[in-house]
């Protein structure tokens, strides 16, 4: 049940934003998106979360667009240590699942 | 501090004993679950547990069982361990049942090796 599409890998220069997509095409309304970050084959860490609006915390901003279609993680200055699989996901009202997919392998590089 | 504590990290075991990957989380969360992941089909739900004695099969159930006893611990149980469930297992737990606006927070992971 692929909820998600994201790129599978991506190259960012340490220091700069690393911007992160992914399509959400078929979110239902009450649907939430997450973000999780997986380094290594550490647990996934959660990063952030939003419905509708635009958010920001101490890691990262999630954009999400208008119709809610697509989103984008955005890391304002990357570091090596921000080198992980990240992970968008589409929170199910059933609630029974996270859905985690392929995520997309970010490698910041010096 | 919020924790999930999967024990133990490492394990390697042999074919047919039976074994028990212990989960335990300290924030009074309703549901936990177990996962499992392997190179390629990223992570997949076993079982899923949305409050004490309350257990449902997730995607890939077989070979496994869970219990919830009690709120704070949902174990993983392998009767009859078998090589291909050689895999990289993380626990997982959420406040809310119901709520739509909570984090899942993941333990660090058990590396289960079956020869």
């Known amino acids: 049940d692929a909820k998600t599409t994201q790129p599978p890998s991506m190259d960012c220069a340490e220091g700069r934003a690393a911007n992160l997509p992914c399509n959400h095409s078929?979110?239902?309304?009450?649907?939430?998106v997450y973000w999780y970050r997986q380094i290594h084959s550490q647990g996934p860490q959660y990063i952030i979360h939003g419905l509708k609006n635009n958010e920001t915390n101490e890691m990262a901003s999630l954009i999400i667009t208008e119709d809610r279609k697509s989103s984008t993680l955005i890391l304002p200055h990357a570091t090596l240590r921000d080198t992980a699989v990240y992970y968008c996901?589409?929170?199910?009202?059933?609630?029974?699942?996270?859905?985690f997919g392929s995520g997309t392998k970010l490698n910041v590089k010096p | 501090e919020a924790q999930v504590t999967q024990n133990p990290r490492y394990l390697i075991t042999v074919t047919g004993k039976k074994l028990t990957v212990t989960c335990s989380q300290n924030?009074?969360?309703?549901?936990m679950s177990w996962y499992r992941q392997d190179p390629g089909l990223g992570l997949r739900q076993i079982y899923y547990s949305m409050n004490v004695e309350v257990t449902d099969k997730g995607d890939v159930p077989e070979g496994y069982k869970v219990s919830r006893k009690e709120k704070r611990n949902f174990p993983l149980i392998l009767e009859s361990p078998s090589p291909n469930q050689t895999s990289l297992y993380f626990c997982a737990s959420v406040g809310t049942v119901h709520s739509m606006n909570t984090e899942a927070f993941f333990g660090q992971g058990t590396r289960l090796t079956v020869v």
């Open positions: 078929t979110i239902s309304g009450n649907e939430y």
């Open positions: 996901i589409v929170r199910p009202y059933n609630f029974n699942k996270f859905y």
């Open positions: 924030m009074n969360h309703e549901y």
